[in-house]
């Protein structure tokens, strides 16, 4: 013997399934229920659901790369400590850090931070935030693809963040 499902239940269902369109048709069979005879039979409404799943949002970020051997021009000519881009962490220190802070100080509002050259917390955290604005891998660390873009923000008329 086949039970309906109330179709509050079917709604339920697909609702936790993410579905956004549930559409019901009511209709009515004669069904018995359990332990009735077929004398005893009674109206039973049933109703027809149909569920419409729809695929999940897409979320699409986009970030503007900057070229691949950017040169310094204009505000981020003023930094010119070295040209010297070699991979700086915390506790390095020299001109390259220097030109970092520089860069950093140029490319991100309310950061001024003394171009000291020493690579400590201030300098990695300013150096975390600028990568997590501009959408690179965050690591405090300032290689290749952090030079790139510092450069490219330090040049640039606005600020990353």
């Known amino acids: 013997m086949r039970w309906p ?18 559409t019901t048709e009511g209709n ?12 005893t039979a009674t109206a039973v409404p049933t109703r027809t659901t149909t569920v419409t799943k729809q695929p999940p949002a897409t979320v699409t970020t986009t970030r503007v790369a900057p070229p691949e051997n950017p040169v310094p021009r204009g505000p981020a000519n003023s930094c ?33 931070m003394p171009e000291d050259g020493d ?19 965050v690591d ?9 873009y510092l450069i490219y923000w330090a040049d640039s008329s606005t600020y990353l963040c």
């Open 5 to 22: 499902i109330p179709a509050a239940s079917l709604l339920i269902l697909a609702l936790a399934m993410g579905c956004s369109t549930v």
């Open 28 to 39: 009515t069979n004669t069904t018995a229920p359990p332990g009735a005879t077929s004398a």
């Open 80 to 112: 010119n400590y070295t040209s010297s881009r070699p991979t700086i962490r915390r506790g390095s220190s020299g001109a390259a850090v220097q030109q970092a802070q520089c860069y950093l100080n140029l490319s991100m509002t309310g950061v001024s």
């Open 119 to 137: 690579f400590g917390p201030v300098t990695e955290a300013a150096t975390r935030r600028f990568q997590r604005c501009a959408g690179i891998t």
């Open 140 to 148: 405090g660390l300032i290689g290749p693809q952090t030079w790139s």
